[in-house]
């Protein structure tokens, strides 16, 4: 009998939340021809967080568009909870963003009319919740990430890392399968990065699926997975949990 | 210097003492202007001394080190390729590294990307324990400031591990 | 000279860098200049056949005439007319000739004529101008040019005055009375000029007996409008044989004086005091000069195009700011930046704003000069004074003061629509000029909680729209504008439809097509607007519709909420467009009877909101297809 005491890490391809298999991603034809992502596959399992690190312009942000059915492949496929993805229609496809997926992107792109919740609330509103619902959702949101004060705020009014926090809880409000993140601190100081990366640490510990695109190796070293992109295809595969602990002294010279 | 530097430079043939300096000097640009010139020598002949290291007279040329042939015994070559298999990272050993991934690439041992590769992945592992010891700090905390110190010294070191990784990338790609 | 230079070398090189906008602009204010011009021009034009018709005719300067009284069965007063012929300042004089009227039969129809006696021989004022065939002759009886082209007669056909018949030997044209229908006819209310009626005559017993009327000639009896007849000439003897008899016949009289200018004070000093000029009674004659005269002209014949032109091109002149203000508040957002630039190298904010205000200037001069071409060669087309006056060979000329206002109210348009922006980018501190955050969308959080409530198509809508209110207003009030056209011209047509069901023979086609011209172009700016307005609306929104699709939203909420955002505000501009139309159609007619059916009325305010949403349609879409990452990555950019 087999049982696996991390219950969070499953290798089983039926249990995993996201599937790509053969991704590509073309831009271009002929001289021009640009292979953004060439062949990827992945398995992601529930629970896990992922982080694909990658010199710039490797595809990696490409990558998290095409599995977060933000674009549309050139070839190859995406399952999500299941379901393929890739070659749905668009009133589908629509239908996932707002029901099984969640995406935090580095510019934030809050809106910048509406105040903090408002701005969460436009994400349970697009999924057709009622404006009462999408308000109660938002203020258990905004708590959720620690700005319960600043609900009324509007994103000039607020750092960098609050706004982020605000589109965490955003990508949160309709409860996804899958949170994706492209940069969350790549405008962010180090200060702000420690709160986003507090938050991933607790969404992490709450058994949310995450996919984080970054350049941050703080970000990166406390997935559960680390993949390593280059030139649109993957080359590394990392798992970081265990290693060689206790010698963290030796670093600044207390070397035994 | 680590004497595994030297070794490694001798990875890929016999060379006079010489040439050794030359090349030391060349992999590391103006920081090898503080090169103690006797040092290779020395290390050099703890090395002939521990055995991994062989030496020979020229002919015909006066007895000096820096005319001397020297190349690798069998035990120094196994040395050698430990060596590049290590990954300690006692201190900030910038050079170290550096010239290992020289030695790597000039002798063909090993691809100087895998042993980035493996540095970083070391690191990484290195830096989710700092950051894991970090977070579990009370705020405020002495400790808490110490080992952020770690986890951005970390960061930096895997900041330059990346660069490396694309100058090897691109380095390889030239040729 | 420097400076000035400069700012037109920057506002060249803005103009050639976006061409297909500075095209729409011309247009739109070009579409405005041109109708103004036509407005202009037919008011020049008209005057001046007829100073051409004097020339040749020996045109009098005073024509004096004088009826029967035939309530008290008193003859006309011949002798108080012939003493006119001393008075001081009369160099020359034709007549008294005899007036009677009559009713004529041509063609099967039947219509009214002034019937005037004449001599062979030529008279030495007011001899009309023959345009075809021999003056009058015993039988023979000459037309006016413009009457012979309403009864649609010509030299040689034959017709029957008060049951007589005439050949017509000739067709001419004068200056003595404004060509068909504009003349006003001898005699007043209580002494109308007689015809005898019904036909055929009875009261002319020399004629031959005819049948019975055909019952068609019965029905074309009802649409004789007694107050328009046509002149025609006779000799004298054939003129006074129509008169029922000797007592009943008017008369008339030319004088020509030593200063024609002085032709108005002549009639004051010799009406009889406290009477009006146009009244004519037994009491003495009444006098009309040259001028008055020419004034029935212009004022009559050429009345409703005229009028209908002017309008249309007040009309589209409002749209045009509209139009233009729609593509400045485009194109001004991305301005703010070079303004920045402009003033972070040292320029002046009267220079920054000299530079963005010449550009337009300049699309205007074009416009106007475009404007005035098109005007000046399309006038013909529509100023042919008709048979009634010597037609205009070639072009009209355009007079400076019509160049001049054609300029100014180009320049006008241009100013204003772009005179507040301008200032307004020009006072932006540099440096939020410089950070190119145009005009950040001001917060409405009302409309944001009544949005939120609405399905999501109309939630994306409104606060699209809502960034920028001005752009609403435009719309409202460029579809205000083109609806109100759309009643005014609906009532013109009903107008010119009673007009012709009351027997004058007016022919409204040319009015039809000028309306038809005005209403199509209005409609075509306002579909522009609409379309460019929604435009711009899709390329303002398109971050905030890319954002909305990455949350969940479908390519056709977010394009049917564009339109719906273009939709709503038209519904409102045509509903205050009727009004508008009505009051406009009210205020410059006499009429107040004529009024667009009700379902017409009605049926305006669907059709304008279907037209709108289909045009609107496909802008909307642009790029709602595309997937969101593409328009969220290049926002970094």
């Known amino acids: 009998m087999r049982h696996t005491t991390d219950t969070r890490v499953r290798d089983s391809a039926d249990a995993s939340v996201l599937r790509a298999r053969g991704l590509r991603k073309h831009y271009g034809h002929g001289q021009g021809l640009v292979r953004a992502v060439d062949g990827v596959d992945l398995d992601v399992g529930p629970g896990e967080t992922v982080a694909v690190m990658g010199p710039s312009g490797c595809g990696k942000s490409t990558l998290l568009h095409l599995l977060g059915a933000l674009d549309r492949p050139s070839g190859g496929e995406v399952w999500l909870a299941g379901r393929r993805i890739d070659q749905i229609g668009e009133k589908a496809l629509a239908r996932m963003r707002r029901s099984a997926v969640g995406f935090v992107f580095q510019a934030f792109h809050l809106m910048d009319e509406l105040t903090a919740r408002e701005n969460i609330e436009l994400s349970a509103l697009m999924a057709g919740r009622s404006p009462r619902a999408a308000r109660r959702r938002a203020a258990d949101l905004l708590e959720r990430?620690?700005?319960?004060?600043?609900?009324?705020?509007?994103?000039?009014?607020?750092?960098?890392?609050?706004?982020?926090?605000?589109?965490?809880?955003?990508?949160?409000?309709?409860?996804?399968?899958?949170?994706?993140?492209?940069?969350?601190?790549?405008?962010?100081?180090?200060?702000?990065?420690?709160?986003?990366?507090?938050?991933?640490?607790?969404?992490?510990?709450?058994?949310?699926?995450?996919?984080?695109?970054?350049?941050?190796?703080?970000?990166?070293?406390?997935?559960?997975?680390?993949?390593?992109?280059?030139d649109g295809a993957f080359v590394d595969e990392t798992r970081l949990s265990g290693g060689t602990t206790g010698q963290l002294g030796a670093l600044v010279g207390l070397e035994g | 210097m680590q004497q595994e530097v030297v070794l490694a430079m001798l990875a890929k043939e016999p060379s006079h003492g010489y040439e050794l300096r030359a090349r030391l000097r060349q992999a590391l640009g103006p920081l090898g202007e503080a090169l103690n010139p006797g040092h290779v020598y020395v290390t050099l002949t703890r090395l002939e001394k521990a055995g991994l290291v062989t030496s020979e007279r020229a002919e015909g040329l006066a007895d000096r080190q820096d005319r001397k042939m020297y190349a690798l015994t069998p035990d120094g070559q196994q040395r050698v390729a430990e060596w590049l298999a290590e990954v300690r990272w006692p201190k900030p050993d910038l050079a170290e590294f550096h010239l290992k991934l020289v030695a790597a690439a000039a002798a063909g041992l090993a691809d100087p990307l895998s042993i980035v590769d493996a540095q970083r992945r070391e690191l990484l592992r290195r830096l989710r324990d700092a950051q894991r010891a970090a977070l579990a700090e009370p705020e405020g905390s002495d400790a808490a400031l110490l080992l952020e110190g770690i986890v951005l010294r970390l960061q930096a070191d895997l900041r330059w591990l990346e660069a490396c990784e694309q100058n090897w990338t691109g380095r390889r790609r030239r040729s | 000279m420097g400076r000035f230079l400069l700012v037109g070398r920057l506002a060249a090189r803005d103009l050639r860098r976006r061409p297909a906008e500075a095209a729409l602009l011309l247009l739109a204010i070009a579409a405005a200049t041109t109708t103004l011009t036509l407005g202009l021009v037919l008011h020049d034009v008209a005057s001046d056949p007829y100073q051409r018709t004097r020339e040749a005719t020996a045109g009098p300067d005073v024509v004096a005439n004088v009826s029967a009284d035939s309530v008290q069965n008193?003859?006309?007063?011949?002798?108080?007319?012939?003493?006119?012929?001393?008075?001081?300042?009369?160099?020359?004089?034709?007549?008294?000739?005899?007036?009677?009227g009559a009713v004529l039969e041509a063609q099967g129809q039947l219509a009214t004529a002034q019937v005037e006696g004449r001599d062979p021989e030529a008279a030495a004022v007011d001899q009309p101008e023959l345009t075809r065939g021999s003056w009058v002759d015993d039988g023979g009886a000459v037309i006016e040019?413009?009457?012979?082209?309403?009864?649609?007669?010509?030299?040689?056909?034959?017709?029957?005055?008060?049951?007589?018949?005439?050949?017509?030997?000739?067709?001419?044209?004068?200056?003595?009375?404004?060509?068909?229908?504009?003349?006003?006819?001898?005699?007043?209310?209580?002494?109308?000029?007689?015809?005898?009626?019904?036909?055929?005559?009875?009261?002319?017993?020399?004629?031959?007996?005819?049948?019975?009327?055909?019952?068609?000639?019965?029905?074309?009896?009802?649409?004789?409008?007694?107050?328009?007849?046509?002149?025609?000439?006779?000799?004298?003897?054939?003129?006074?044989?129509?008169?029922?008899?000797?007592?009943?016949?008017?008369?008339?009289?030319?004088?020509?004086?030593?200063?024609?200018?002085?032709?108005?004070?002549?009639?004051?000093?010799?009406?009889?005091?406290?009477?009006?000029?146009?009244?004519?009674?037994?009491?003495?004659?009444?006098?009309?000069?040259?001028?008055?005269?020419?004034?029935?002209?212009?004022?009559?014949?050429?009345?409703n195009e005229q009028r209908v032109l002017l309008i249309g091109s007040r009309l589209l002149t409002l749209l045009a700011v509209a139009s233009v203000a729609v593509l400045v508040g485009g194109r001004l957002a991305d301005q703010t930046r070079r303004v920045g630039l402009l003033k972070a190298v040292g320029g002046t904010p009267s220079l920054v704003a000299a530079v963005l205000l010449a550009e337009y200037v300049v699309v205007a001069l074009f416009a106007a000069a475009a404007g005035l071409a098109a005007g000046w060669l399309?006038?013909?087309?529509?100023?042919?004074?008709?048979?009634?006056?010597?037609?205009?060979?070639?072009?009209?000329?355009?007079?400076?003061?019509?160049?001049?206002?054609?300029?100014?109210?180009?320049?006008?348009?241009?100013?204003?629509?772009?005179?507040?922006?301008?200032?307004?980018?020009?006072?932006t501190s540099t440096v939020r000029a410089l950070a190119d955050s145009a005009r950040a969308p001001r917060r409405r959080p009302w409309l944001i909680a009544i949005s939120a409530r609405m399905p999501v198509p109309l939630l994306l809508g409104l606060r699209a729209a809502a960034r920028r209110p001005r752009r609403v207003v435009l719309g409202v009030v460029s579809v205000a504008i083109t609806v109100c056209g759309i009643v005014a011209a609906l009532a013109t047509r009903v107008d010119t439809q009673l007009g012709e069901d009351r027997g004058s023979i007016i022919k409204g086609e040319e009015l039809d097509q000028v309306l038809l011209v005005i209403t199509i172009t209005l409609v075509a700016l306002a579909a522009v607007n609409a379309i460019f307005i929604t435009w711009a609306t899709a390329l303002d929104a398109k971050h905030s519709s890319a954002l909305a699709r990455a949350l969940g939203a479908t390519p056709q909420q977010v394009s049917t909420g564009l339109s719906a955002a273009q939709v709503l505000p038209a519904l409102a501009g045509a509903i205050l467009g009727i009004p508008g139309g009505l009051a406009l159609f009210a205020a410059v007619s006499s009429d107040e009877t004529a009024n667009p059916p009700l379902w017409q009325l009605l049926a305006v305010v669907p059709v304008t909101v279907l037209v709108v949403a289909a045009l609107t349609t496909i802008p909307a879409r642009l790029g709602a297809r595309r997937p969101p990452a593409e328009t969220l990555q290049a926002e970094l950019a």
């Open chain 3, 378 to 427: 399309t006038a013909p087309l529509l100023t042919d004074p008709g048979a009634g006056l010597l037609g205009s060979a070639g072009a009209p000329s355009l007079t400076m003061s019509t160049v001049a206002m054609v300029t100014a109210v180009a320049l006008g348009v241009a100013v204003a629509a772009t005179f507040v922006p301008a200032v307004r980018a020009a006072r």
């Open chain 3, 74 to 100: 008193q003859p006309a007063d011949r002798a108080s007319v012939e003493a006119l012929t001393d008075a001081p300042g009369v160099v020359d004089h034709s007549g008294p000739y005899p007036v009677t």
């Open chain 1, 145 to 230: 990430v620690g700005l319960a004060d600043r609900a009324g705020f509007l994103p000039s009014a607020l750092s960098g890392g609050q706004r982020q926090r605000v589109a965490i809880a955003r990508a949160l409000s309709n409860e996804p399968l899958v949170v994706f993140a492209d940069e969350p601190t790549g405008n962010l100081d180090s200060a702000a990065t420690v709160d986003v990366l507090r938050l991933f640490e607790s969404l992490h510990e709450a058994g949310q699926t995450l996919v984080i695109v970054t350049h941050d190796e703080r970000i990166a070293a406390s997935a559960d997975r680390l993949i390593s992109m280059r």
């Open chain 3, 145 to 303: 040019a413009a009457f012979a082209d309403a009864l649609g007669v010509r030299a040689g056909d034959r017709i029957t005055l008060n049951g007589r018949s005439f050949q017509i030997v000739g067709v001419a044209v004068t200056a003595a009375v404004a060509p068909y229908p504009s003349m006003s006819p001898t005699g007043t209310a209580e002494n109308p000029l007689q015809y005898c009626v019904p036909y055929p005559a009875p009261c002319d017993q020399r004629s031959e007996t005819r049948g019975d009327p055909s019952p068609e000639l019965r029905a074309a009896w009802r649409r004789i409008d007694a107050e328009h007849p046509g002149l025609v000439w006779l000799t004298q003897a054939d003129a006074r044989s129509l008169a029922p008899q000797a007592e009943s016949l008017s008369y008339v009289l030319n004088l020509k004086l030593d200063d024609p200018a002085e032709a108005a004070a002549f009639v004051n000093t010799y009406l009889p005091s406290g009477r009006s000029p146009e009244v004519v009674s037994a009491d003495g004659p009444s006098l009309q000069s040259w001028q008055q005269i020419r004034g029935q002209v212009a004022d009559d014949m050429a009345r």
